[in-house]
């Protein structure tokens, strides 16, 4: 068995990052009430989950391939907020 990098341009916001790399949504609380916090982790945990059933299982990548500000929706949860992308691969296990 090996592991085959399916989409190796996989950007995702800062939001997104946080969990798929930490598995941690407390900087979400920053911006947002407690209330619209678990809203976005419950939004963000649900668009990983059906990436990992369809796709394969998403890995930080690159930060050096981060993109400091991009216009272009998270590739995981799809927001539309202008911001930082930071570089994610997703793996298939074939
Ligand atoms: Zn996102």
Redesign the pocket.
Known sequence: MSIEVIDDQFM??????MIIANDDATGLDYSLSEEEAAERERE?RE?IAEVQRTEGQIAVGDSDMDDEFSASP??????RLAGQRHHCVILAKR
């Open positions: 995702v916001c800062t939001d997104c990052l963000i668009a998270c590739a995981c949860c799809g927001t």
